[in-house]
């Protein structure tokens, strides 16, 4: 894997006692799509402002795009979409698109045709002569989201980017986010809509207490909790689940749900066909059957819950960094 953001050991602390980040340890690869989540207040916006130069790590080691982290050259070749931007409300869309463009050193008119391909791109090419004091919050979010793109950037970094957008909005800007993946770019992407995240990110990393306590793709975090689910019209009683699990070669029991749900530690399905004979035998319905793995929502909340009530300089996480941190 080619980095494109590869640090280490990043530390914050505010008023030399409020610790924000506590070493954190990243790897962001080139050209794929990473998100990172936490509850509030675990670090994540700190660590996306440390990489942007926003604000000054108390510690930090590595580099973004091939350079130590802070270097304003590499600025040029990033797009940045803030929390809780603001734009002037009395500029147009396509204003503030030329704005931005113009700070990038970009040509008056390489800038103009520019800015009307990324209003399109976003959805808001009609209305690019209204005043962004007309627009809706998640009009707002598309424009930012543009505007981050107007520099031509090879690492996208977008905190927040779907905060007030509608779920239609919310699907454009996945779809957006898998074209610029498409050619190429490298998006990194810090948001709380767990759902979002699970649907296009390659990888994810999970930050609590100003540490990253887990990072990979879904696959690899869950894959010590991946089964086969067989799902009853009717609870199982004991003797049911005895005949079932007792029998030679059966995968292990790993999970039973109010006794209508059972899950085996396999991914061979041929293996858990006994069971199926068993529950047939017994007249029992079977609704459904099939591989299960935990969402990215069972993933965060096993890892919040784990590391919530540790030591914060306590790493717990499954396969978590030696340090690992952000927010």
């Known amino acids: 894997m080619t980095p494109v953001i590869d640090i280490k050991g990043v530390e914050k602390t505010y ?6 980040l506590r070493g954190v340890d990243m790897t962001v690869g ?25 604000i000054s790590p108390s510690k930090c080691q590595g580099t973004v795009l091939g350079n130590k982290v802070g270097d304003k050259a590499t600025l ?14 009395y500029l147009t869309g396509r204003q503030v698109l030329e704005h931005f ?33 007309s627009y809706s919050k998640g009009m707002r979010q598309r424009v930012g989201l543009a505007q981050a793109l107007m520099n031509d950037p090879k690492l996208v970094v977008l905190d927040e980017p779907t905060d007030g957008v509608d779920p239609s909005g919310r699907r454009d800007i ?7 993946k498409d050619e190429g770019r490298t998006i990194f992407l810090n948001s709380h809509l767990l759902s979002e995240l699970e649907m296009v990110c390659d990888r994810v990393a999970i930050m609590v207490h100003g540490l990253v306590r887990t990072q990979g793709t879904i696959e ?6 991946a089964g086969y689910a067989i799902t009853t ?5 004991q003797s049911i689940l005895s005949q079932i699990t007792t029998q030679p070669n059966m995968p292990k029991l790993i999970e039973s749900k109010d006794q209508t749900k059972i899950i085996f530690k396999t991914d061979n399905a041929e293996s858990i066909q006994p069971a199926i004979d068993t529950l047939r035998k017994n007249n029992i319905t079977i609704e459904s059957a099939g591989l299960k793995r935990p969402s990215l929502e069972d993933l965060f909340m096993q890892v919040v819950d784990k590391n919530d009530g540790s030591k914060p300089g306590a790493i717990s996480g499954a396969k978590a960094s030696k340090k690992g941190a952000n927010s």
């Open 15 to 20: 008023k030399k006692r409020i610790k924000a």
């Open 30 to 54: 080139k050209g794929e799509i990473f998100g990172l989540l936490g509850p509030n207040g675990a670090g994540k916006s700190t660590l996306v402002k440390i990489m942007m130069t926003v």
């Open 76 to 89: 040029r070749h990033i797009g940045y979409l803030p929390e809780h931007h603001r734009f002037p409300p």
């Open 101 to 133: 463009g113009a700070m990038s050193g970009i040509k008056r008119k390489q800038r103009k045709a520019k800015a009307s391909e990324l209003l399109e791109l976003v959805g808001m090419g009609s209305w690019h002569k209204d005043k962004l004091g």
């Open 174 to 180: 996945r779809n957006i986010l898998t074209h610029l």
């Open 220 to 225: 690899e975090l869950t894959a010590d909790q």
């Open 233 to 237: 019209s009717t609870p199982l009683d």
